[in-house]
């Protein structure tokens, strides 16, 4: 099934959900929520997956829920379950190599009738891949590779930014005297740029997009993807 671009109906029926973020509204219309989003969610992973495999060819694009597709309910676990079960906004992701997908470098997006943001890299550190960023940026050299890298990715586009800092204080190993010892305080390591949502209802336009932000931001996800495999499980 080729991907055609996600109805112009997709955001109206996230905006119903943040209208009635409650299990048994969301049952009563599943159906909408596999004809607008799930199913052309899947073809869209089929299709920008083959793009993205030209760029890394070990680029995982898995169809399928808790893969490349994220379910639909919130964690039962986090504090805002209950009161908002349901996810208002849709994230797809395509990580590359064997790493569980949240902690490899990553092609993300998420839409919503808000926003649809694009992302590459790692968006946030699970202890074992803070440690490896932080062992490879240790090295001087490393340390300012990739503080080229983001340099280089803002000139592309004046809208590429990157996560902000989210520790105060450098870790031990790093002192204010470093070149670029900013980059230790780093809870995370993506860049990223804000785009018109309505974007994804036009199917080609789309892909085309997609694949030149990803290609502009590709050496930041090659220098993550090689700290992802320096990262030892706890």
Known sequence: MKFQGFSSKTLLFLKA??????KEWFT????????????PSRAFVTEMGEHLQAL????????????????IYRDSRRPNAIAQPI?????????????????????????????LYVATGVRWFEKPMLDAFRQ?????????????ILKAIKAKNKNYTHLEK??????????????????????GMATYTILDP?????????INTLYKIYEDMLPLQQFMYAVSLKCEDD
């Open 56 to 71: 890394e060819p070990s680029v995982n694009a898995i169809p399928k829920i808790n893969k490349s597709l994220y379910r």
């Open 87 to 115: 996810k208002e906004r849709i994230g797809i992701i395509f990580w590359q190599g064997d790493t569980k997908r949240m902690q490899s470098s990553s092609f993300y997006l998420h839409f919503s009738p808000e926003e």
């Open 28 to 39: 009563a219309h599943k159906q909408e929520y596999e004809e607008l989003i799930l199913n």
């Open 17 to 22: 959900i943040c209208q009635n973020n409650n």
């Open 198 to 206: 309505h974007l994804i209802e036009n199917g080609d336009k789309l």
């Open 166 to 187: 989210g520790y105060k204080r450098y870790p031990k190993g790093f002192n204010e005297d470093m070149a670029y010892a900013d980059l230790s305080l780093y809870k």
């Open 136 to 148: 490879t940026i240790k090295n001087d050299v490393k340390r300012e590779e990739l503080a080229n």
